[in-house]
């Protein structure tokens, strides 16, 4: 009973497994030591399946809680010289496909995907790559053009749109 009141305030994955280690060595089986756990920890215990695999980790030595390196290909291949092409890419066409931008690399269509959404913080927007978030200067920016734009329409509402002069859908100039 001294250990499954011990065992009460067990919330992460690795002190559980400490607890199924200590159950363990002192010789209790696998359904005693799942029981113990669904007993002090209700809903959060681990499953049974979890408990057994634990156990048979036990059984080969292995005590150690935390995840092992494992061998083989890495979750993903993504490197800062491919994020850095992507980026480019986007940058001389914001129109561009995440199709071709995958075809022009030699890449997977989802991982450019990954890379544009969760990487480089951009999503397709009206067609346009386009960042989720403005960052500081391109606020400053934007509210200052904001502002020059309202004062040259308050001097003149009537000749404003006469005036415009757009040279791209990022720059919008107003001529004297």
């Not at 363990?24 to 696998?30: D, I, M, V």
């Amino acid at each position: 009973m001294e250990a499954c009141q011990a065992t009460r305030a067990i919330s992460t994955t690795s002190r559980r497994e400490l607890s199924s280690s200590f159950f363990f060595l002192q010789g209790k089986a696998q359904k005693e030591i799942n029981a113990i756990l669904i007993e002090t920890l209700g809903e959060h215990a681990p499953s049974y399946a979890k408990v057994k695999n634990w156990v048979a980790q036990f059984k080969r030595g292995d005590f150690s809680t935390c995840v092992a390196h494992r061998p083989g290909r890495p979750k993903t291949v993504t490197t800062p010289e491919i994020n850095d092409q992507i980026h480019e890419l986007i940058l001389e066409d914001c129109r561009i496909s995440a199709k071709s931008i995958a075809e022009q690399l030699d890449i997977s269509r989802e991982r450019v995907g990954s890379i544009i959404h969760d990487d480089l913080d951009m999503r397709k927007l009206s067609a346009k790559w386009v960042p989720k978030c403005l960052n500081a200067d391109k606020k400053c920016q934007s509210c200052q053009s904001s502002e020059q734009h309202l004062r040259f329409f308050r001097c003149d509402p009537n000749d404003f749109l006469s005036r415009l002069v757009t040279m791209d859908e990022r720059n919008l100039i107003i001529s004297q």
